[in-house]
Structures are given as C-alpha cells and as structure tokens.
C-alpha cells in the first residue's frame, strides 16, 4: 500500500485518513458522478497564499481549444471556427506579474504545482483505488465573464482520474461557474466553486463534464482552479490499492 507523508503538509489530515480507510474508494465508486468532495482541502495557509498570488499577482495567457482539435489553438483559427466546434475559451498562468517572481505567493504556487504533479500520486491512489501514470494539465485556470467549456469527455486512454481544487476567495454561486458532471444514467451533479474544496473524478466511466458560463455579475471575481489530471498507470510490482 503507497504511504503518505510526502502528503502530509499540504492536505487536511482527514483527507489522508478517509484515503487509509477506503471512505474515499467507496465514495468515488458509487455516488452519482463518480466523484468526491473535499472540504476544506489544502491546509489553510497554503490555500491563502496560492490563491492570492492567483488572484492578484500572476499573468495569465487565453487558452482555446476546439472539438476538432487534440490541442489548444490560437486565437485566430479559434475566431474562425464555427461556434459548434468551440469547446472552452479559458485563462492559464504564464507566470508572474513584474515585481512579484520572487514573493511569497509564486514561491508557494510552484511548490503546490510541483506537489500536485509529484508528490499527491500516493493520496490520490490510495483515494481512488487506481494506479496512476504521468501526471498532465498540471496548473492554474481562470475564468472570467465570457469564459466557458461546453460538454467534453475525457478518453479513457489517456485520462484516469481528475482532481480540481477551487480557489477562488470571492467566487460566488451567482458569478456562475459551476462544474456539472453528467453521469451515464444522465443524472447531474453541480459543484460549486467553493473557496478551497476539491472534486476527485474518475475520468475514466465515459461521464460528460461542462462548466456553467460566467455570468456579467463575476465582475472582478473570476474562477479559478488548480488541478491535474493523471493517465492509467501499472502496478509496477507495488501492493494492490483497492
């Protein structure tokens, strides 16, 4: 069974204890949706401080992408697309504005980054009962009045599990924003947005995922998520983590 300390000061300690229990496994195999709600998340301190670097300090490049494309495109072809083939217009982290590099919150932002792509694999198998591959889609989104993702699925080839965490400070269920997943007997769930929770989805089970568009009201409360996705992994001789 994988071990966890390397978990142990970025999580709330009763993530890692629901993971060690199957509480987690369980959830993710049989609510609708396939998924998992956790509440708080990160632990207090690093939460404050990412989000305020995501919030106030970081750059952030647009990201197109269309239903007929693997990967994201640029602007122009994206303007040019018909509407049905635009899948998401979003915004990524390109690094941090002029004067903030080397402070505190973009220090913390890598460290998490670099937690969520090396070091939550063991949670996060433990969690789902799933051996997991290379991480990818590593990092920040933002989105703001006139951001969306329409319904997409994930292929099952290269995406195992999903893991969001939310950190918008003044997000507000009005702003919009909602992560909807549609399960395969059409019931939806709807995520809100909250300040530091996460979702665990399993990718895999061919569930439909959209975002409710931003509404006008976001204003300067945009939404903005940390997250990573990993591919099917093998054993690799390790003990079976169901």
Same mark, same amino acid.
């Given at each position: ?6 978990? &142990? ?56 992408? +269309? ?42 932002? +890598? ?12 949670? +996060? ?32 080839? &290269? ?34 947005? #909250? ?16 975002? &409710? ?12 998520? #940390? ?16």
């Amino acid at each position: 069974m994988a071990s966890l300390p390397q978990s &142990s000061g970025t999580l709330e300690p009763g993530h890692l204890e629901a993971a060690s229990s199957g509480l987690l496994r369980e959830a993710v195999r049989t609510r609708p949706g396939n998924l998992v709600l956790l509440n708080p998340f990160f632990v207090a301190g690093i939460a404050e401080r990412v989000a305020r670097f995501l919030s106030d300090e970081a750059r952030y490049r647009r990201e197109f992408r +269309l239903y007929s494309s693997p990967d994201p495109v640029d602007e122009q072809r994206w303007a040019a697309a018909d509407d049905r083939d635009r899948l998401s217009a979003v915004r990524r982290v390109a690094g941090a504005k002029a004067g903030y590099a080397l402070d505190p919150g973009a220090l913390a932002y +890598l460290q998490l980054r670099q937690a969520l792509e090396m070091r939550m694999r063991p949670f +996060l198998e433990l969690a789902s009962g799933k051996y997991l591959g290379e991480a990818w889609e590593v990092g920040a989104c933002r989105m703001e009045p006139g951001d969306f993702v329409r319904p997409h699925r994930y292929d099952p080839a &290269s995406c195992q599990l999903r893991l969001e965490v939310f950190l918008s400070r003044r997000w507000d269920i009005a702003f919009g924003g909602e992560l909807c997943v549609i399960d395969n007997h059409e019931r939806v769930t709807r995520i809100p947005a #909250v300040f530091n929770s996460a979702v665990l989805l399993d990718a895999a089970v061919g569930n439909t995922y959209l975002v &409710s568009p931003m509404r006008p009201e976001a204003g300067l409360a945009p939404r903005i998520s #940390v997250g990573v996705s990993f591919r099917p992994g093998a054993s690799d001789g390790r003990a079976h983590v169901s």
